[in-house]
């Protein structure tokens, strides 16, 4: 069973930034595309940012102009850099890793995003 570990979540104030990492021991990490999505008390889980393996970037139209999805595949790592925080952005964050459209997939445990003054 892959672990997928993430930090960085915490309280931030609006306009604040925050920095998610997420980790896994996966020997084909560059395989991987490496998702955040997040979920909102009451809310679905929404897909927040994502990047393919050759680095091509997709996101939420609400969050794309302070948001940066990253990755460092020779650390195992994906980065989500959150900047201009809004109480809106408040929720669990999860990363979610899948190798192509059929290979395996994984998600992390969740970490809590708190934006308020």
């Known amino acids: 069973q892959v672990q997928v570990e993430e930090s960085g979540g915490g309280l931030a104030q609006p306009g604040g930034s925050l920095r998610l990492s997420c980790t896994a021991a996966?020997?084909?990490?560059?395989?991987?595309?490496v998702a955040w999505y997040r979920q909102a008390p009451g809310k679905q889980r929404e897909l927040v940012a994502h990047i393919t393996p050759s680095r091509i970037t997709d996101y939420l139209p609400s969050v794309e102009d302070r948001f940066t999805i990253s990755r460092d595949d020779p650390n195992k790592a994906g980065y989500l850099q959150m900047d201009g925080l809004k109480p809106e952005d408040t929720g669990v964050y999860y990363c979610?890793?899948?190798?192509?459209?059929?290979?395996?997939?994984?998600w992390g445990q969740g970490t809590q995003v708190t934006v308020s003054a």
């Open positions: 979610y890793l899948q190798a192509g459209q059929s290979g395996p997939r994984y």
């Open positions: 996966l020997r084909n990490f560059d395989f991987y595309s």
